[in-house]
């Protein structure tokens, strides 16, 4: 039989096999298959700001510093001010926006960071 190591999960039955005494059937799963992802680096979420109708934030839900956030204006037209340009955004950090009143405002924000060179589209509330 195989030693176990701390990174593995053993389950087992003593079960009687017709007088010939007790044996062990056991099941063994390597833990680091059962391991769950963890938050990705840096991901994103935009939430209104509470008592505000023109106020946004967009923040970085992930678990690393994000370098040179950029939205890209042309997508995001003219319903949008103030969005992130060549800036650092860390893990838990907000970046403020604004929504300016009547005008038409876009479903997504299109953002690119270091490391991520294809816009990734975050959804507006």
Not at 3 to 18: E, I, K, N, P
Not at 36 to 61: D, E, H, K, M, Y
Not at 69 to 75: C, Q
Request: aromatic share 6%; with cysteine.
């Amino acid at each position: 039989m195989n030693a176990l190591t701390s990174g593995d999960l053993a389950l087992g039955a003593a079960v009687g096999v017709g007088g010939l005494g007790l044996s062990m059937v056991g099941l063994w799963v390597n833990r680091r298959t059962l391991d769950v992802p963890g938050p990705p680096p840096v991901a994103w979420r935009i939430a209104r700001v509470r008592g505000t109708q023109s106020l946004c934030w967009l923040t970085n839900t992930g678990t690393d510093r994000a370098m040179s956030v950029t939205a890209d204006w042309r997508k995001a037209g003219p319903g949008l001010g103030d969005l992130p340009a060549q800036v650092a955004i860390g893990p838990g950090s907000s970046w403020q926006f604004l929504l300016r009143p009547a005008a038409r405002h876009p479903s997504v924000i299109w953002l690119t960071w270091e490391g991520q060179r294809e816009p990734v589209a975050v959804p507006m509330p």
